[in-house]
Every structure is written in structure tokens, then in C-alpha cells.
């Protein structure tokens, strides 16, 4: 069985803001298209075009409804992928190795020669975080991006995971949360950011930042913009056809 290192330089991760996201599929669409271009081994789909598709992801988006006790109902998006647990189950399941934690920077990786798809991780991780590919018939997760981050060729400002990068709302950050003077740990500090499933106990270095509540409904009317006339009388050529019309 693989062992956890003792602890880790860094704690990279990210920081997602479900009061943020949209559920616009942006950042599960920047990884698909990232990871299968860039990657070594592709993320494959199967049937993709048929009655019954699948395929292999690094990320999701769920949407729930959620009721709370006062106020109006909220649609939330909920992104989910890999949360690099600080005591992965994940890594110390595996029985050849393949599954393992990096001391560097925390990210939790798979080395895939050595992976035999026998899905023990998958078994292990409380968050369903990865995934089968049935073509590779090794085990994908996030790697958040590993081979863009310390890509120096990369201009600055596209060294960040794809799924950041992407992100149309913002609702996506990444950096040190190891390090409490960090954007990322400010940002968590402020709005109480918090884990998902702690009682797991696995420690995972993503946070989530929650839903701010919504009191009430919005009180205006979302089509009164499309029913205003633009201009009391018209002019110019619209004028006059308006004038010719009401003669006939």
C-alpha cells in the first residue's frame, strides 16, 4: 500500500464560490478539452454520439434545488472534482503504488504504468472523484493541471488549472492554501469557506465557499426591458412609414 507523506510543502487547490457559479459547464468543458489534447492518456468517450453515451471526466457540475427555511428557493451548482485530501483514502488503498501524494506541492496524482484498474480508490474516495476510463482501463482524476502550472512557457497568467482559466463567473481560484497569507486562504478566512464532507475526516485541501441567502424574491419585472417601446415617436425613415401607413 502506498503511504502519505508526512506533510507537504505546499497545499495547492482550489476555491469554489457556489454562490458564483453559474453552472454554465465551462470548466468541465476546459478539462475535458485540455487533459485529451495536452495529457498523455486521452480521456475517452464511448458512443459519444449514440442512445447511450459516457465517457471519462475530470470535473463536474450537479445542480440541486434547495429550499431553505426562510426565504426564496436556490438553484445551486455544485462543480466537483478531486479535493486533494491531506489523509487521501485514496492513496493508501492502492496496492501497486500508482495512487500518491506529492510532497511538493500536495497534488495527488496517479502514475498510470503502474495502475492495474482494479478500482480500489474509486472504492476509497468518500467524494466519487474519479473515474474508469474504459478504453485506458486505468484511473483518471484531476490532476489540477500539473503540466500547466509549472509550464513555463505558458504566458503568467495561463499557469493556473484549465478549469480556472476558463471560468466565465470567477467562481473558480487556485493557490497555496498552506500558506494563510495566500489570496486563496484570505478569500476562504472571509467568506467561511468550508469542507466538504469533514466528518469524513479526510482533510481536503479544496474549500467551498457557500451560497450567500437570498431574503427575498427580486421585485421587478424581468421582461419589462423587452416591452418599452426604445422610442415614443419615431423618426427618420421609420417615421415617415409610420405616417404612410396610418393613411392607408
Known amino acids: 500500500m502506498t503511504t502519505l507523506p508526512q506533510s ?26 485540455w487533459n485529451t489534447e495536452n495529457y498523455g492518456a486521452p480521456l475517452s468517450d464511448q458512443d459519444p454520439y449514440g442512445a447511450d453515451p459516457s465517457g471519462t471526466f475530470l470535473n463536474r457540475v450537479h445542480s440541486y434545488e434547495v429550499q431553505p427555511e426562510q426565504g426564496a428557493a436556490q438553484l445551486i451548482h455544485f462543480p466537483k472534482s478531486c479535493l486533494h485530501c491531506e489523509d487521501a483514502p485514496c492513496v493508501t488503498v492502492c496496492p501497486t503504488g500508482a495512487s500518491y501524494k506529492r510532497v511538493e506541492d500536495g497534488i495527488v496524482l496517479v502514475n498510470e ?16 472523484a474519479r473515474e474508469m476510463d474504459q478504453e485506458e482501463k486505468v484511473m483518471k482524476k484531476c490532476t489540477l493541471c500539473v503540466d500547466r502550472i509549472y509550464n513555463e512557457n505558458l504566458p503568467e497568467v495561463d499557469r493556473v488549472p484549465s478549469c480556472v482559466r476558463t471560468c466565465p463567473a470567477g467562481a473558480r481560484h487556485f493557490g497555496d492554501l498552506g500558506d494563510p497569507d495566500s489570496d486563496v486562504s484570505q478569500l ?11 466528518e469524513q475526516g479526510t482533510k481536503p485541501v479544496n474549500k467551498y465557499l457557500p451560497p450567500r441567502p437570498k431574503d427575498a424574491l427580486p421585485e421587478f419585472d424581468v421582461l419589462a426591458p423587452f416591452l418599452d417601446p426604445v422610442i415614443a415617436e419615431p423618426k427618420g425613415f421609420l417615421g415617415w412609414l409610420d405616417k404612410a401607413l396610418e393613411k392607408i
Do not use: F, N, Q
Open 8 to 33: 507537504t510543502d505546499k497545499k495547492l487547490g482550489l476555491v469554489i464560490d457556489l454562490d458564483t457559479c453559474v453552472g454554465c459547464h465551462a470548466c468541465v468543458i476546459s478539462c475535458k478539452g
Open 113 to 128: 504504468s503502474d495502475c492495474i484498474g482494479c478500482g480500489l480508490c474509486a472504492w476509497a474516495c468518500p467524494y466519487g
Open 188 to 198: 476562504v478566512l472571509e467568506r467561511g469557506g468550508v469542507d466538504l464532507m469533514p
